[in-house]
Structures are given as structure tokens and as C-alpha cells.
């Protein structure tokens, strides 16, 4: 459990806004749970927030961003979303490395050195995990054509489009794996027990329910 002084105002905000852009309901357990604190310390937190024009808290518990809160937690993502992507094609660090350090970075940016990052890099494009600055709706996502692993057809041929990249060591997991961003992996199974077996180039695995909703895939050969 992470000490409430280490979780920032920018933390809370993004998390909200994140949990909305995949078409969550956001409770005070959801940012509990994902931002690894205890439920007192997220109740100190939104009442600060509410009481600073950040957040709405509805008579049913649902919180949700105000414009400002938005505006706020938009800048904080974007931040995220220019360091990732600096880590990895400026310094060259792995994908499934860079989470945590822009989690760490990202309230240290000044906007001279944001504006340098835009200048350099775009905000448009994808992560190094192939995500937009906000994460599209599953709802989106499957008008697109993608579906994720964990209800992807049995003997198809997929390449993995995005992955979810809240939880570093997921993230790390998948790798050890051998599972990553535009790698390429054949279905052989959805199972009984809610796993799914998979054929990778460096031999079969199985992955629980949990780690194949993180996936996000795309058939290679589409209408064939």
C-alpha cells in the first residue's frame, strides 16, 4: 500500500479520467484499487478535490471530473504519454520498463520542456504500449475491428495492437511472456476455465482472464 503523500492531486485526476475513457463508473474503490492506496486515504483525497472545484461526487458515490479537473488531468496524461514516448525513442529504453519512471517524471515537467516534447515528438501517436493519450472505450475499440484476447476466435492469427498499461507488472509480465505491442500470435483455445491458450513464436502459453483483457488484438487477416 502506497503512502497517501506519495499519490498527488494529478494522480487522482488522471486515474478518474482514465477509468472514464475505458466507460467505467468511477467509485472510491476503483482508485483505491488502482492507485494502491487505503479507502481513508482516497476519502481525504476527493473531499480536497471536491472542495478545490476538481471533482463532482454524486448522491450514488460516482465521482466525476469538473472542467477544471479534466483540463488538469488531460495535462498530466499528456505528460505521461510525451515521456513514454521520449524514454523509448530517445533513450531507448524497453517498453515494458518506462511505465513506472513517467509515472515518476510526469509532475516534474516544467511547461518549457512540455513544449520542447511536443516540438519534438507530436501529441498525437501511440505509446510505446500503443495507447492514445486517453484509452478508447472497449465499446470503441471493438468498432474498430479489435477485440481482446480474452474473447478473440480460436485458430485465428491476430497482432497485438495495445496493451493496458496501468499495472507495470503486468506489463512485465506479458513480456516474459513473449507477448508485446505488434507481435503476432495465434488463438488455440478459449477454455473452460476462462484461460486462453495461445501459440508465440517461442512456443505455446496460457494466460488467465485478467492478463488477456489487457490485450488487445487485431485479426492479421481481416474478411479472409
Known sequence: MKDAIQVSKENYLKAILEAEAEGHQVIPATLAHWLEVSAPAVTMALKRLRRD??????????????????????????RHHLIERMLTEV??????????????????????????????????????????????????????GDVPLSEARAGERYQVISL????????????????GPNQHLRVLSQNYDQTVSIELPAGNSILGRPAAEAVWLRLEHPGN
Open 164 to 179: 493496458q498499461e496501468r499495472d507495470s507488472q503486468l506489463l512485465l509480465f506479458l513480456h516474459r511472456m513473449g507477448i
Open 91 to 144: 533513450f531507448g529504453m524497453a517498453w515494458y520498463e518506462i511505465h513506472d519512471e513517467a509515472e515518476r517524471l510526469e509532475h516534474a515537467v516544467s511547461p518549457a520542456f512540455e513544449a520542447k516534447l511536443k516540438e519534438k515528438l507530436g501529441e498525437g501517436g501511440a505509446c510505446p504500449h500503443g495507447n492514445a493519450v486517453l484509452p478508447v472505450t472497449p465499446a470503441e475499440r471493438k468498432s474498430r
Open 53 to 78: 472545484g476538481f471533482v463532482e461526487i454524486r448522491e450514488d458515490g460516482i465521482v466525476r471530473l469538473t472542467e477544471a479537473g479534466r483540463e488538469t488531468a488531460y495535462r498530466t496524461a499528456l
